[in-house]
């Protein structure tokens, strides 16, 4: 079973277009718009070709996303039907996305450093604690004698 309903398909001519619209089964409140349109590229085999998603919108009391997709030739095309909005807020995305990744690179190697560093950091304090209860234990064994 996929992931993807096909709801409608329509070749806008008119407009020289590819008019989508799919509902994403069990994705409500976790499907974003370029994961969204990943999935429909890989789905529909629409590597090379603009898609754009237009809307997608949860439907209520259901798990279900209902997402419609424009899929164009050609950018300028696009760009010229499509309010230039759009295209601003997919840019915006995929720069955080991008500064989100560069982000997580030295991350991950502080984080891979980290555990060596911890580790050598423990071995001082484990044998610190592993002595410390044999010198409580010599301190008590003189106080009960004494009393």
Known sequence: M???QTLSDVNNTFLSRRELTCDF???????????????ITKEFKLDGK????MRLKTNVGMLN??????VYDDESLAKKHINSTI????EKTKAKIAEAEKSEAPAEEAAAE??????????????????APAEEAASEAPEEKTE
């Open 87 to 90: 295209f601003s807020r997919l």
């Open 2 to 4: 996929s992931l993807i």
């Open 25 to 39: 089964a069990g994705l409500g409140g976790k499907l974003k718009t370029l994961e969204a349109v990943d999935m």
């Open 114 to 131: 980290a555990p060596a560093e911890e580790a050598a950091a423990e071995a001082p304090a484990e044998e610190a604690a592993a002595e």
């Open 65 to 70: 996303v209902t997402g419609t997709f424009y």
């Open 50 to 53: 603009i898609v754009i998603p």
